[in-house]
């Protein structure tokens, strides 16, 4: 089962990329990552459960939005609605290759984005473009960096102003799961630490373990 | 949970301490600039986690300064956000 283990590349949308793992012939899952720091933060946790979940016979597909990770755009020239946009093209993408409408998985700022993909939508940590933008800002204060550029991230006015108001939907069949950590509301809680948080990317193998059995209990039909 | 413990596991989760490095907190640890974990990124990321979780929100010009220099300091600064 190697060759399943191994992502494949995949082009969506505008010249856009993603990682698809796992067989084509099951359910689909399109996951949508962490916006900024914190995507780097979960890359290695997001790919650990996507070979597990491969492994169980369900695909993931892991999209690059325009201007992160592997994206040729500059974040700067990117609005919102292009993030929308790639979402809805990612999820199609999918339909088409596997003939299968992918359900969603949304994991923290990713949930801004999930309602363009589909109703059924799984959450982790769901969180605010405010609390994003707070924490872009503080760490800007924090290291006496410009806040125009936070962390590095130059974010065009319109997608700031965006971000500033997006709030993860409520419309569809939403299951949310938080940390026990984190006592607002949630259809259920798992244990584990907050690995979006940490200054570098750490694992949790525990808490991965845990995500894989939900997962995969929410996605099978 | 006391405030105390409570910033003991924020900071623990957040930096990826151990279970003895944070018991070691108290009043006198020094946190920014002396932890090597808490760089300003992390002390973003702090300040948000202790939103979401205590309730409380922090303004931009009540950030720095004593509040993140030592463990006392943040308590102190959680405590009289919360009115205790």
Same mark, same amino acid.
């Given at each position: 089962m190697t060759a399943a283990r191994s992502p494949r590349v995949h082009p969506y949308g505008d010249g856009e990329f993603m990682l698809a793992y796992g067989p084509q012939d099951g359910p689909q899952i399109l996951i949508l990552q962490p916006l900024f720091e914190e995507m780097n933060r979960c890359r290695a946790m997001i790919a650990g459960v996507c070979r597990a979940l491969a492994g169980r016979t369900i695909g993931c597909w892991l999209p690059d939005l325009?201007?992160?990770?592997?994206?040729?755009?500059a974040l700067d020239a990117v609005a919102w609605e292009d993030w929308l946009a790639a979402v809805e093209a990612a999820a199609a993408t999918i339909r088409e290759e596997t003939d299968t409408p992918p359900v969603t998985l949304a994991i923290r700022g990713g949930a801004l984005l999930d309602?363009?993909?589909?109703p059924k939508r799984l959450r982790l940590a769901p969180t605010t473009g405010r609390s994003l933008l707070s924490d872009l800002r503080r760490s800007a204060l924090a290291s006496g960096s410009d806040p125009a550029h936070p962390a590095g991230y130059t974010l065009s006015p319109a997608l700031t102003e965006a971000l500033s108001a997006a709030e993860p939907s409520t419309v569809g069949d939403i299951r949310t799961l938080r940390l026990v950590s984190d006592d607002r509301p949630a259809d259920h809680r798992i244990a584990g630490t907050?690995?979006?948080?940490?200054p570098e990317p750490a694992t949790d193998p525990e808490m991965a373990a845990l995500l894989v059995d939900e997962i995969s209990s929410w996605a099978m039909p | 949970m006391t405030i105390e413990d409570q910033l003991r596991a924020i900071l623990r989760d957040v930096l990826g301490l151990d279970a003895k490095r944070a018991a070691a907190l108290d009043a006198d640890t020094f946190l920014? +600039?002396?932890?090597?974990?808490?760089?300003s990124m992390a002390v973003a990321g702090l300040l948000t986690e202790i939103e979401d979780r205590l309730h409380i929100l922090i303004e931009?010009?009540?950030?720095? +300064?004593?509040m993140v220099e030592t463990f006392g300091g943040l308590v102190a600064f959680v405590k009289g956000k919360r009115g205790e």
């Open positions: 325009p201007g992160t990770g592997e994206s040729l755009r309602h363009r993909a589909g907050p690995l979006w948080r940490r | 920014f +600039g002396a932890m090597p974990e808490l760089d931009d010009d009540e950030v720095g +300064g004593e």
